[in-house]
């Protein structure tokens, strides 16, 4: 990463932190343009999974999912596959949220097939991971499968000590017992 693209993002960040919404956008949008000329396809991956979530700030939620998708489809590319896992899960949430549960379902598949494949996996970002795929399996009304995702997610965030995972997960395994 060159040091003015790390520099943008950094004050991207601090813009974002700061609620200066638009400001961030700007500095990742200049931090994009010199990913592309420096042909640089982590940090461009990164800077446009930075985007989407300005986007996700300001609402822009197709804008949001664009930048999330071609993310992914960089990474595919580069050897991060904790990082693609990650992406996809977030392009899947969207598209859950955006009531697109057959693209989301895939994309919840796959995520978690890296995660579970992947020896180093963080716990979190698998029952993160569980958990948005429970959430599409319940309301799809898939109750069976729902119960045994809200299980593993109530499992593994009780595992990293997530208070609130192991909370909703209970609640959730009420409301469908």
């Known amino acids: ?6 520099r943008l993002r950094t ?3 601090h813009a974002r932190r700061e609620h200066r919404l638009t400001e961030a956008r700007q500095f990742l949008i200049e931090a994009l343009a010199l990913c592309r000329q420096s042909n640089d396809q982590a940090d461009l991956a990164s800077t446009l999974i930075d985007l989407g ?20 489809a960089i990474l595919r590319n580069l050897d991060n596959v904790l990082k693609l896992a990650h992406t996809i899960r977030r392009v899947a949430d969207i598209q859950r949220h955006q009531g697109r549960t057959g693209a989301a379902d ?7 097939a890296i995660y ?3 020896k180093r996996a963080p716990p979190l970002d698998l029952a993160n991971a569980i958990r948005g795929y429970a959430v599409l399996k319940q309301d799809t009304g898939e109750v069976t499968l729902a119960r045994s995702l809200w299980q593993k997610a109530r499992d593994l965030y ?7 995972g192991v909370e909703e997960s209970s609640r959730r395994l009420a ?3």
């Open 158 to 164: 009780a595992a990293v000590g997530v208070k609130e």
């Open 53 to 72: 979530r300005i986007e996700r700030d300001l609402g822009n939620n197709e804008t949001e999912l664009a930048h999330y998708e071609a993310a992914v």
């Open 1 to 6: 990463m060159s040091e003015i693209t790390e």
């Open 106 to 112: 895939p994309n919840y598949r796959e995520a978690l």
């Open 11 to 13: 004050d991207a960040l």
């Open 116 to 118: 579970r494949d992947h």
């Open 175 to 177: 409301l469908i017992a």
